[in-house]
């Protein structure tokens, strides 16, 4: 394994970085706040570990499978180190816990926050803040597709559970190509929502930090109130449109535009996970109808928003959902757990995977009936191998397990069961709020330190989906 | 890059970063100096001065008691040092006027004192007044709290800002030490990069060097050091593959 080549590319990724921490502190320059050091010096510190490395490192035409995950895994975990020290250095509401926190739940795009004044922080501030939402969206595909189809793709379990067999056909192209597709619909989707909700009435720089988070299927608003913040029921349409989309494989998003046959429109997944959708909004309204609103049609745009935006693991909140009856709740821990569709920013178990859950369960009992048939399951006319079954299984099984483990470890700390279950499954699940102290408009300051570092783990879990981290400890067997 | 041009850099960027570290350091530690002398040339002299009115008013409230027993020769040698001595206070307090709200909370104690010192300016003992304590109770007593509270009020606004800023240098504080923290943290880290590279980059392609000529002299057979830099080191592999071909 080449240490040297592993550190040139996490430099890479530091240097990547820079750019963004270079906007923040132009920013910070031109409001004359008092985060101008704490830009200034993570800029430098930025540049000096993503350059140094070029100076003895010699560059390398192949990464093998190990050296791939190396650099994603300790790639994500070095720029939310960097990344976290902006808010170290500003001080204020971060503390060094609040700080990783915080940063780890911007790349990670789960929008988990600490924060009880939000609109307290400079503009430069909450800039990074977005931002560290959409290098994270855009960061693990990224780097993930640019570093790992240089390796033995075959030997890659984070490529086969990263990359769904719609997702794989849809990524018939070379990694360059893929690479492009997926940034072009990325930044024109954040264009697109940039200026809807500015045409809505959003200052432009709101509108940039809202769409970077909506994309980014982050949650981080610039409001207090997060979305309700607006009180726009245009802003609202307009956020929920853009979240549905972002949940959506990019692949296919692109195919709908250009006009390929493989689109939205064809997917039996995009089908199934858009009637779970409205199901799930259906059963929501009429509830909050019968107990909440008067209106089924308040009912309606309350439910709709919080059931797309935890089912796309966005995290905004156009109300508070603490207040909610417990069928409701319920319904948004499911969508908190199932998520969106792989190959788009959302993490989450991902709908793929509970449709070869439940698929798989079908051909089970049918092999019960009749134990000599070949059964085999298909999505979209496409086998789905034993592999692939046997992989997503175990991945959901060990989601679970996880989210049991950090409950108990959290409630273990005294925090309430309904806190410490649905913050575990929202950070795991990168969706952001969970319910009861953690609710849509609450936040996690009162979650003690140790559990805030749990919690931070298991969303660097949910967003390298498990396996990336847990395989570096297996060093031996890569050999 | 030449290898010396690589040492050089590394080295300069370190530098770089410590003294950027350094500087912002400074810059801080010099910001918190110089509230710590913000805070106690403005709101701990106020302080000092609204204790002395305090003190004064509490003073001349006991002259005005010994007027009303009769005792004027003590209590006028007091009212006069009291006065005086709060006279001065006020004045300096005006002239120390800081903070928002400050100015009229002074002029308020300005008029308030006017109001009290009249009272015992004019004659108090062998008169009507003198051991009437009903007198002292509705037209000493009302005057001197309602003084000494404006004179608290002032008290406050200046412990207030004293806490505000406190927290604020509390907070600067931390930014003064942090980036030295840091810089030493990243020192250690790039220290440990630093030897690894030149462990990993110099040191071991000169080993590879040494063993491949050992080797050839043993076999003759093609030499190639695998060096993959693009500095003195591939030259001296360069250099040694010409003079073995022309050695041939």
Request: net charge positive.
């Amino acid at each position: 394994m080449r240490f040297g080549i592993i550190i040139r590319h996490i430099g890479n990724i530091l240097l990547f970085n820079s750019i963004f921490l270079f906007i923040s502190l132009l920013m910070a320059i031109i409001e004359k706040d008092n985060s101008i050091i704490a830009f200034s010096y993570t800029l430098i510190i930025s540049l000096l570990f993503g350059l140094f490395p070029k100076l003895f490192v010699p560059k390398s035409n192949y990464l093998t499978s190990f050296e791939g995950v190396s650099v994603v895994t300790l790639g994500w975990i070095i720029t939310c180190i960097v990344g976290a020290l902006p808010f170290v250095l500003y001080g204020g509401e971060f503390t060094f816990i609040n700080a990783w926190f915080e940063t780890v739940s911007g790349f990670t795009t789960t929008g988990s926050t600490i924060l009880n004044n939000i609109e307290a922080l400079p503009d430069s501030i909450l800039f990074w803040r977005s931002t560290t939402h959409w290098i994270g969206g855009i960061g693990v595909i990224l780097f993930a597709l640019v570093i790992l189809p240089a390796s033995n793709a075959s030997r890659l379990t984070l490529l086969n559970t990263e990359i769904s067999e719609v997702a794989k056909q849809n990524f018939r192209y070379r990694a360059k190509q893929t690479l492009h597709i997926i940034a072009a619909v990325y930044v024109g989707l954040t264009l697109l929502e940039t200026i809807s909700l500015t045409i809505a009435g959003m200052s432009l720089f709101d509108a940039i930090n809202q769409s970077f988070a909506t994309i980014a299927t982050g949650g981080f608003s610039t409001k207090n109130l997060s979305i309700a913040g607006f009180h726009s029921l245009v802003i609202e349409v307009i956020i929920m449109v853009f979240m549905l989309f972002s949940g959506i494989h990019f692949g296919l998003l692109f195919n709908t535009i250009s006009g390929k046959s493989n689109n939205i429109f064809r997917s039996s997944l995009v089908r199934w996970y858009v009637i779970v959708m409205f199901s799930g909004i259906l059963l929501v309204s009429l509830k909050l109808w019968a107990s909440d609103y008067d209106s089924f049609w308040t009912a309606l745009r309350y439910a709709s928003f919080q059931v797309i935006s935890l089912g796309t693991t966005t995290g905004f909140a156009s109300t508070d959902t603490a207040a909610w009856p417990f069928f409701t709740q319920i319904i948004l821990i499911y969508f908190t757990i199932q998520c969106a569709c792989v190959g788009s920013t959302s993490g989450g178990l991902k709908f793929d995977r509970i449709m070869i859950f439940f698929k798989s369960l079908i051909k089970q009992i049918k092999l019960l009936q009749h134990p000599r048939a070949v059964k085999v399951i298909k999505i979209d006319g496409r086998p789905i191998s034993e592999q692939v079954e046997r992989q997503t299984m175990i991945f959901i099984v060990f989601y679970l397990f996880i989210i049991f483990i950090s409950t108990l470890l959290l409630t273990a700390m005294n925090v309430d069961i309904m806190s410490a279950f649905s913050a575990t499954a929202a950070t795991i699940g990168n969706v952001g709020p969970g319910f009861s102290t953690v609710s849509s408009l609450g936040n996690f300051s009162t979650i003690p330190d140790a559990g805030k570092f749990i919690l931070s783990l298991d969303m660097l879990l949910g967003r390298l989906e498990i396996f990336g981290i847990m395989s570096l400890f297996f060093i031996r067997s890569w050999k | 890059m030449s290898l010396k041009l690589k040492i050089l850099t590394s080295f300069l960027l370190l530098s770089l970063m410590m003294l950027v570290s350094g500087i912002f350091s400074v810059y801080e530690l010099s910001f918190v100096n110089n509230k710590v002398e913000e805070i106690l040339k403005d709101n701990y002299q106020s302080l000092q001065y609204a204790s002395t009115m305090l003190e004064s008013i509490e003073k001349e409230n006991s002259a005005i008691l010994l007027l009303l027993h009769d005792e004027w020769q003590k209590a006028n040698l007091i009212l006069k040092q009291s006065d005086s001595s709060f006279l001065f206070a006020l004045s300096k307090a005006q002239q120390n006027i800081t903070e928002k709200k400050e100015d009229v909370s002074v002029q308020d104690i300005k008029i308030k004192y006017a109001a009290f010192k009249k009272i015992w300016q004019q004659p108090i003992s062998e008169t009507s007044k003198a051991n009437n304590l009903i007198w002292y109770d509705t037209s000493v007593y009302n005057r001197y709290i309602d003084l000494k509270h404006h004179i608290k009020v002032m008290i406050k606004i200046n412990q207030q800002t004293m806490f505000s800023e406190a927290q604020y240098i509390k907070e600067r504080r931390r930014r003064a030490i942090l980036p030295g923290l840091i810089a030493i943290i990243s020192s250690i880290i790039f220290s440990f990069l630093f030897s690894f590279f030149i462990s990993t980059y110099t040191i071991k392609p000169l080993k590879r060097i040494i063993s491949k000529i050992r080797y050839f002299h043993k076999n003759e057979n093609f030499f190639d050091a695998e060096i993959k830099t693009n500095d003195e080191l591939k030259e001296l592999e360069e250099a040694i593959q010409s003079l073995i071909n022309e050695l041939r």
